[in-house]
């Protein structure tokens, strides 16, 4: 069974950012792809980010291409996100995410999942 931990959240005001770290635990051998989602109140939990096992493939919902980077430390078992020229728009609970599937960016295709993170951008 695969644990996963966020840390890095907070309130942080519009254009500033925060690093999201994601430690993994367990059975990770078997899994090929993380990822980032988010969900807003009331709105449906999306995609943001996924890396591959080996980071030869990432990818971005548009929203947040040119401002957020996804990275992984394989020694240490953690991925992390890294949140620049933050806006309201991306205030939510980040969550982390594992999958055996390669390059999944869909809510189902995910087997494990971490507790969340507040993220809150705010003047």
């Known amino acids: 069974q695969v644990q996963l931990v966020e840390s890095g959240g907070g309130l942080v005001q519009p254009g500033g950012s925060l690093r999201l770290s994601c430690a993994a635990s367990g059975g990770i051998s078997n899994i090929n792809t993380m990822a980032w989602f988010r969900q807003a109140p009331g709105n449906e939990r999306e995609f943001v980010s996924y890396i591959t096992r080996n980071s030869l493939f990432t990818h971005y919902v548009d929203s947040v291409k040119g401002r957020f980077t996804i990275s992984r430390d394989n020694a240490k078992n953690t991925v992390y996100l890294q949140m620049n020229m933050l806006k309201p728009e991306d205030t939510a609970v980040y969550y982390c995410?594992?999958?055996?599937?390669?390059?999944?960016?869909?809510?189902?295709?995910?087997?494990?999942w971490g507790h969340g993170t507040q993220v809150t951008v705010s003047s």
């Open positions: 995410a594992a999958t055996r599937r390669y390059r999944a960016e869909e809510y189902g295709d995910y087997d494990y």
